[in-house]
């Protein structure tokens, strides 16, 4: 297994530092307040839907060609499908279903508004007029992959970017490309205070979850959760314990130096805070993270196999103001997080991939009783 596959599953890495805030949560084990229920989707492939979004309790996606939208319902599990013609050579790499005649796709590059079923179609560069940041943010270059479909900010019609670089100079770290105006705005957001003149590489991309008034985000290498409203414009930073023992690492500041057994032995020591998202219709934040292992893999047994078996996850639970409302255990070896979502069921965590039903993409919806 090559490291580019651990990096995927296992981006951890930060500075030991000790924290006073009094919102700090405590690890909790209680599991009365939350049920867990196996919830399968028959007929779907997984590598079919990677280019998905959840939203009304339905499951969008599109083919890589951009040929069709098809729409999953997740409660009666019916399948349709919308043909596409999307214009010239475009091809989808992810997309938000906005309304019924608004859809956003993306491509690496680009932004297209598809309306009206198509009859109306609206292209935009994202490299136009991005040298208005060149001196606000890490990087030139946009990062979309901070959720499984793009981050829209519907209050302000605009796509919510991710800039970073190994810089340890203070840069903000998101922007958003507004539809309406063509053209980007910073927002004053910094990477959490704990790295202030720490050097982050590109391998450092966080988690984030777009909630009422605002939006929230993690580092896969921090137990900080940090907020930021639109309304006053401020940036509130949480640190947020689930589980004892080692909250962070060293940070990958000089990883082109790791040797391969170096990197192995800081992904084995390492936390890692792996998804963060935001429920609206219980107005709840769900942070799923993952304590250090502190264990090594024994002679013979497969490298990731054993990371995925033993690691143990925990399912933390908090209200808007970003206060702990619980804290709870999963079991070993059973879920991947990285495709969670949330539809009015609850939070849907899949299976491990060696768990997967051959025929149903499956896993287990968790939800809180009220």
């Known amino acids: 297994m090559g490291e580019r596959q651990f990096v995927y599953i296992f981006l951890i890495s930060s500075l030991l530092f000790e924290w006073s805030c009094t919102n700090q949560g ?34 969008f996606f599109v083919d890589e060609a951009g040929g069709s939208l098809s729409k999953f319902s ?45 009859a109306d179609q609206q292209t935009f560069s994202l490299f136009e007029g991005l040298s208005e940041l060149e001196e606000e943010v890490y990087a030139e270059y946009p990062y979309e992959r901070i959720a499984n479909s793009l981050v829209y900010l519907p209050n302000q019609k605009s796509v919510l970017f991710y800039f970073a670089k190994a810089d340890a100079s203070k840069k903000r770290i998101f922007a958003g490309y507004s539809l309406e105006t063509k053209s980007w705005t910073s927002f004053p957001v910094y990477h959490p205070g704990e790295f202030d003149g720490v050097a982050l590489d590109n391998t450092t991309f ?26 006053t414009a401020e940036q509130l930073e949480f640190p947020i ?8 690492a060293e940070p990958q500041t000089m990883r082109d130096s790791w040797d391969q057994a170096y990197f192995q032995n800081w992904v084995l020591t390492s936390p890692n805070y792996l998804k963060l998202l935001y429920d609206p219709y219980r107005k709840v934040y769900y942070r799923v993270s993952q304590e250090a292992l502190e264990k090594e893999v024994p002679l013979g047994e497969d490298y990731y196999t054993f990371l995925l078996r033993n690691r143990q996850l925990y399912l933390t639970v908090l209200n808007e103001k970003l206060e702990v409302l619980g804290n709870y255990p999963l079991e070993k070896g059973k879920y991947d997080p990285s495709n969670a979502f949330v539809f009015s069921q609850g939070l849907w965590i899949p299976y491990a991939s060696e768990l997967m039903e051959k025929e149903a993409v499956s896993g287990e919806v968790f939800s809180l009783e009220q």
């Open 206 to 231: 966080p988690s984030v979850a777009v909630g009422q008034s605002g939006f929230a985000f993690i580092y896969s290498i921090s137990p900080t959760i940090s907020s930021y409203s639109f309304e």
């Open 26 to 59: 405590s690890v909790l084990s209680n599991t009365d307040d939350i049920e867990a229920q196996p919830l399968s989707f028959s007929g779907l492939d997984p590598f079919s839907t990677r280019i998905s979004h959840v939203a009304d309790d339905t499951l």
């Open 74 to 118: 997740l409660m009666d599990q019916s399948l349709s499908q919308v043909e596409l013609k999307l214009v010239g050579d475009f091809r989808p790499s992810m997309l938000h279903y906005i309304s019924a005649d608004s859809i956003l796709f993306y491509d690496g590059a680009r932004l297209l508004l598809y309306r009206d079923g198509g």
């Open 241 to 248: 314990s689930s589980f004892e023992g080692k909250q962070s």
